[in-house]
């Protein structure tokens, strides 16, 4: 039979290390959701059209579809779809003469109480002739 003193011993040796583990025990996923803006630039080169979609937030950044218009003679079509890389870049090719924009459409990831919500943006026009 264990004495007395070295039961307390024991006990307090395991209390203290209960105490240090436990606060480094990893946490249940926090639930939290966020709205941020996007925002797309375009630029050309020749029938090469590319730009940025940037945003504070990675997730927003990424993967996104990134839609090219062509507008002519008061027409707006479709020209080019493609998806921003990992940094947020994108390019496409596309020919033919008229205004030209690139739209980013917003983007809800997840569900309620987790969720990313990233807004939209519309880049200014540029004319080829």
Do not use: E
Request: glycine share 6%.
């Amino acid at each position: 039979m264990a004495s007395s003193k070295s039961l307390r011993a024991k006990t307090m040796i395991v209390a203290s290390a209960a105490a240090i583990v436990i606060p480094f025990a990893p946490a249940p996923a926090q639930a939290h959701q966020f709205n941020t803006a996007s925002n797309i630039t375009i630029n050309r080169q020749g029938n090469r059209f590319f730009g940025k979609v940037a945003s504070s937030r990675n997730i927003c950044k990424r993967h996104r579809q990134v839609t090219l218009f062509r507008t002519r003679k008061g027409v707006r079509r479709v020209a080019k779809r493609t998806t921003t890389n990992r940094f947020g870049n994108w390019s496409v090719t596309a020919r033919g003469k008229g205004r030209f924009q690139a739209v980013v459409q917003s983007r809800s990831r997840g569900s309620y109480p987790h969720s990313h919500n990233c807004g939209g943006d519309r880049s200014a026009t540029i004319r080829k002739r």
